[in-house]
């Protein structure tokens, strides 16, 4: 059984960081591209980041370049979103996801971990 | 970036009726498009891949149509379970864009 569970959540005041792990169990992870998907409240999805499956390629949009670094390591199952000088845009549930093969879709989902930037 | 026009923004049906989603791309996006469904407080959940397949375990009274920049999600004879929001996104090109979703509700 695929999962995918997320850690790392919580409040931070504006300006500082956060690293956010997703550990994967269940699929051969190292074959798999992975991203992460956000949520603010009460609002749709948005797509921040994706890597390939050794982690040489990275894509990110752009209102996080430069200030979200995606890296994974396939000899641990984990994903990491490494987050720096938060805003408070960016406030959200952040979901860990497993791309399908050969294609950017996205077929198990984490349970999300909250993202809350607050002085 | 492609930009993802997704209607209508909410539906309300009866158990038992079809409804349909629709989802515009700003370009081409060759079948490069997924619709994602989400119940309250859940994760969202793969349905369709490649605007038509259907993904693993989905029930066959969802399917996906169209090409180019035209696709749609069917829902037939709607189920209370089907009570949810739905996206569709775009995987043809990076950034990776997602519809703006569609809230359905039992009437």
């Known amino acids: 059984e695929v999962q995918l569970v997320e850690s790392g959540g919580g409040l931070v005041q504006p300006g500082r960081s956060l690293k956010l792990s997703c550990a994967a169990s269940?699929?051969?992870?190292?074959?798999?591209?992975m991203a992460w998907v956000r949520q603010a409240p009460t609002k749709g999805l948005e797509w921040v980041a994706s890597?390939?499956?050794?982690?040489?390629?990275?894509y990110y949009r752009d209102s996080v370049k430069g200030r979200f670094t995606i890296s994974r390591d396939n000899a641990k199952n984990t994903l990491y979103l490494q987050i720096d000088s938060l805003r408070s845009e960016d406030t959200a549930t952040y979901y860990c996801?497993?791309?399908?093969?050969?294609?950017?879709?996205?077929?198990?989902w984490g349970q999300g971990v909250m993202v809350t930037v607050s002085s | 970036d492609i930009q993802m026009t997704q209607s209508p923004a909410s539906l309300s049906a009866s158990l038992g009726e079809t409804v349909t989603i629709e989802c515009r791309a700003s370009?081409?996006?060759?079948?490069?498009l997924a619709w994602y469904q989400q119940k309250p407080g859940k994760s969202p959940q793969l349905l369709i891949y490649?605007?038509?397949s259907l993904h693993t375990g989905v029930p066959s009274r969802f399917s996906g149509s169209g090409s180019g920049t035209q696709y749609s999600l069917k829902i037939n004879s709607l189920q209370s379970e089907d009570v949810a929001s739905y996206f569709c996104?775009?995987?043809?090109?990076?950034?990776?864009?997602f519809g703006s979703g569609t809230k359905l509700e039992i009437k």
């Open positions: 996801a497993k791309g399908q093969l050969r294609r950017a879709s996205f077929d198990y």
């Open positions: 269940g699929f051969t992870y190292s074959n798999y591209v």
């Open positions: 890597i390939s499956t050794g982690g040489g390629n990275t």
């Open positions: 370009e081409d996006i060759y079948n490069g």
């Open positions: 490649n605007a038509n």
């Open positions: 996104q775009q995987y043809y090109n990076y950034p990776l864009t």
